[in-house]
């Protein structure tokens, strides 16, 4: 029988001025750009979540603080490379994720296909296993005035 685990992972970061939008490992047009001690990619970081946390190995913040000087600024695909390194220090592969951003915009749809490719191939696989869903809140809360965009996300790893 196959040790399997199951995680969920939550992040959301401020939108603002003079930043780049790292979205799901690649890089959107758009007016705004995520703040964050590193690249800020919002997707990448839930999904880092998920993962750590199936594998109960705490959480991004943890491994990854945004204290330390060498995540300035950091591709936030370099931290989902390290997190597949991690679990698997534990046996553990990634099976399927699941995620979710919330956002008003930019319109993610055109870019989804993208960021399944990016992401498949920095856990090793099949872009099948990479399902990236966007919606938006109805212009409510947060996200709705546009101040920012949240991800969840839900993975299955196994052994």
């Known amino acids: 029988m196959a040790n399997i685990r199951v995680g969920f992972g ?9 930043r780049e939008l ?3 490992g690649i890089l959107l047009e758009h007016r705004l750009g995520l703040l964050g001690h590193s690249d800020a990619d ?7 979540d998920a993962l750590l946390g199936a594998a109960n190995m705490r959480d991004i913040g943890y491994h990854f603080p945004d204290t330390a000087p060498e995540y300035h600024n950091v591709d936030s695909k370099l931290l989902l490379a390290d997190t597949i ?7 553990y592969k990634v ?7 919330c956002a008003e915009q ?8 993208t960021m399944q490719t990016c992401l498949a191939g920095i856990m090793g696989v099949d872009e099948d296993c990479v399902s990236i869903k966007a919606t938006t809140t109805e212009k409510l809360g947060f996200t709705g005035r546009e101040e920012g965009i ?3 996300a839900t993975v299955l790893i196994e052994k």
């Open 10 to 18: 939550f992040d959301v970061h401020k939108l603002v001025e003079g």
């Open 22 to 24: 790292w979205l799901g």
């Open 42 to 48: 919002v997707l990448i970081h839930a999904l880092c």
């Open 85 to 91: 390194k991690l679990i698997a220090t534990k046996g």
């Open 95 to 101: 099976g399927n994720v699941d995620i979710t951003v």
């Open 106 to 113: 930019p319109k993610l749809k055109p870019h989804i296909p």
């Open 150 to 152: 949240s991800a969840y």
